[in-house]
């Protein structure tokens, strides 16, 4: 009897975006690669920013091994339902600003703080030499 394959839609696999639940989709399989974060040699950060698209692209360029390939196959959980998959990105896009990059931004609030402060400097100095 053949086994049954899963089918997922790009939106259900992004609903998996954090690090106690991540999912990734590489090469139209949908992968629950949880378990595996704080292994990945490359660091959790790495696959976290792929959730939520296909990430084949970014795997392949990273010129994984055949071992990790081997690896990835253990945790693979169905496959991306492609007759869905485009609508469901466009539905996925946040309005305004990327998700991610406000995100980045909560994160690392200091690399704005730094630019403001830079910015208060040179203008007093300026207008200090005037």
Same mark, same amino acid.
Not at 48 to 66: P, R
Not at 89 to 114: C, F, H, I, R, S
């Given at each position: ?22 999912? *990734?989709? *590489? ?16 660091? /959790? ?8 698209? @296909? ?21 693979? *959980?169905?496959?991306? @339902?492609? /007759? ?18 406000? @995100? ?27």
């Amino acid at each position: 009897m053949p086994t049954l394959t899963k089918l997922y839609t790009m939106q259900e696999a992004s609903r998996h975006s954090t690090k106690e639940d991540c999912w *990734i989709v *590489i090469d139209g399989k949908v992968y629950d690669v949880s378990s595996y974060l704080d292994d990945h040699p490359g660091g /959790d950060d790495v696959v976290l920013a792929t959730t939520g698209k @296909d990430a084949t692209e970014e795997f392949e360029d990273a010129g994984h091994s055949k071992s990790a390939k081997e690896l990835m196959e253990t945790m693979c *959980i169905g496959e991306l @339902d492609t /007759d869905t998959s485009f609508s469901a990105e466009l539905e996925n896009q946040p309005t305004g600003y990327p998700q991610k990059l406000m @995100d980045l931004t909560k994160q690392y609030w200091a690399v704005p703080a730094a630019v403001v402060g830079i910015s208060v400097v040179v203008g007093f100095l300026y207008l200090r030499k005037k």
